[in-house]
């Protein structure tokens, strides 16, 4: 029995590696290295679902349009001072909630912001009569834009809002 204890004997070497013990400590590794993937492979899961939904979160919400706007370039040829129309195409808007915010597109400068003053919609350099007998810029209505002299030709930005949303944000060219 001396012979089978002996660390240079093959036989007893070979029932050294296959002994159950070392098998279920073989099993234990390979089972604690499974825990461990599908442990980073959910934490990756998890970590996917929390940007989706960053990702979402950040995106903007989708908003009815209510009002269908159009801003175009004064007709040739030009009255003295006209600058540009803006057209109702759709939708109507109380003429109080209006702003007319006029920018060079060149470098963003703030020109002008005109609002509802009781007959025009008006600001200092621009400004535009309403001949409309209600109290709304509705389908069909025009609002013809003039300015005091001071602007000149180049492209300028033209932002249309009411007291809740940006109607038409869109570029002129004054001639």
């Given at each position: 029995?001396?012979?089978?204890g002996n660390?240079?004997?093959?036989?007893?070497s070979?029932?050294r590696?296959?002994?159950?013990?070392?098998?279920?400590?073989?099993?234990?590794k390979?089972e604690?290295?499974?825990v461990?993937?599908?442990?980073?492979?959910?934490?990756?899961?998890?970590v996917?679902f929390?940007?989706s939904?960053?990702a979402?979160?950040?995106k903007?919400?989708?908003?009815e349009?209510?009002a269908d706007?159009l801003v175009?370039?004064a007709?040739?040829p030009?009255?003295?001072?006209?600058?540009?129309?803006?057209?109702m195409l759709?939708?109507?808007?109380?003429?109080?909630d209006?702003?007319?915010?006029?920018?060079?597109?060149?470098?963003?400068?703030l020109?002008?912001i005109?609002?509802y003053?009781?007959n025009?919609?008006?600001?200092?350099?621009?400004?535009a009569t309403?001949?409309?007998?209600?109290?709304?810029?509705s389908t069909?209505?025009?609002?013809r834009?003039?300015?005091?002299?001071v602007l000149?030709s180049?492209?300028?930005?033209v932002?249309?809002?009411?007291?809740?949303?940006?109607l038409?944000?869109s570029?002129?060219?004054?001639?």
């Amino acid at each position: 029995m001396r012979v089978l204890g002996n660390p240079l004997c093959k036989v007893c070497s070979i029932r050294r590696h296959n002994s159950p013990n070392q098998k279920k400590k073989s099993n234990d590794k390979s089972e604690k290295g499974f825990v461990e993937i599908i442990g980073e492979l959910l934490l990756l899961a998890i970590v996917v679902f929390v940007a989706s939904q960053i990702a979402l979160a950040l995106k903007p919400p989708e908003v009815e349009k209510y009002a269908d706007v159009l801003v175009k370039d004064a007709k040739e040829p030009l009255i003295t001072n006209q600058a540009f129309d803006v057209i109702m195409l759709a939708g109507n808007v109380r003429y109080s909630d209006l702003k007319v915010v006029l920018r060079n597109a060149t470098d963003g400068d703030l020109i002008d912001i005109a609002t509802y003053n009781g007959n025009q919609i008006a600001g200092n350099i621009i400004q535009a009569t309403i001949n409309d007998t209600d109290s709304y810029f509705s389908t069909g209505d025009v609002l013809r834009f003039n300015h005091n002299g001071v602007l000149r030709s180049g492209k300028y930005a033209v932002i249309i809002a009411d007291k809740k949303y940006t109607l038409v944000d869109s570029f002129v060219e004054l001639k």
